[in-house]
């Protein structure tokens, strides 16, 4: 079956797209922005920060809009703004995401469960509602969300952050058998990667952590682009509830690295206050 999403070229079929990008002022929401932008798409950003979503958008040659993905008026207007620009929307891009609150489950704040909720799975399917209602329903498209390697396994302070995931991989899914054959609906989880969100964790002692990991350093925010940017491109046309681990090995440590898991050390370290918002 060809659909009117196929091939257009060397490009994998990006050159002309267009892209929503949330949370795509700093980190893997950045790369994963100037990737689709190189591959010649065109990108509506948005993030929080006003003047860092008017850099961004002059810096790529797209458009961008300020405001929380919390917000569901926000992001109807990301829709609307995109669909008002570039005639089209292809691809959507659900990166903005909240590790608060931060800390044991038993001390968390049910208001700041909510929060993390209403960010890490909410927003990305009213996005996805709002496209879908839009244009994707007609035309088709592809969406890529943003997940992590932890919503696999528990790990200390972030359960949270971990259970939202995990509801977002499975909301993935979910929308993936519901939206087919239209929309392609999948997941990149990274590991532990060099963004500001989890500065705190990798900042001091990179070269410990990166001695766990089999591949000897932990992620760059390009690392999980590429893999985005595979998934949202036709070179993926038969790609769909997928999740892509871009996690440096983290999965396989326990062959070769023996002892205890040096994110999880650090994570231990650090009290509910180190957590970082970036919805």
Known sequence: ????????????????????????????????????????????????????????????????AAGSVADPEHLASVVELTLREFGRIDVIVN?????????PLMDVDPMAWRE????????????????????????????????????????????????????????TRQLAGELAPRVRVNSVSPGLVRTEMARFVWERGEEELAAGLPLGRIGEPEDVARAVLWLASDAAEWVTGADLL??????????????????????????????????
């Open 116 to 171: 993390a909720f209403t960010v890490n799975v909410e927003a990305p399917l009213r996005l996805v509602q709002c496209a879908w209602r839009a244009w994707l329903r007609e035309h088709g498209g592809s969406v890529v969300n943003v997940c992590t390697e932890g919503a696999a396994h528990v790990g200390p302070n972030v359960g949270a952050y971990g259970t939202s995931k995990a509801a977002l991989l499975h909301l």
């Open 95 to 103: 990166n903005a995401a909240t590790n608060l609150p931060y800390g």
């Open 1 to 64: 079956m060809t659909s009117s999403y196929g091939p257009q070229g060397g490009d994998a079929g990006l050159r002309g797209r267009a892209a929503i990008v949330t949370g795509a002022t700093r980190g893997i929401g950045h790369a994963v922005a100037r990737q689709l932008a190189a591959a010649g798409a065109r990108v509506c950003v948005t993030a929080r920060d006003a003047d860092e979503v008017r850099h961004t958008a002059a810096e790529l040659g797209g458009v961008g």
């Open 246 to 279: 871009v996690d440096g090995g983290t999965r396989v440590r326990a062959a070769g690295a023996p002892g205890a898991y040096a994110v999880h050390e650090r994570l231990r370290a650090h009290g509910p206050a180190r957590g970082r918002g970036a919805g």
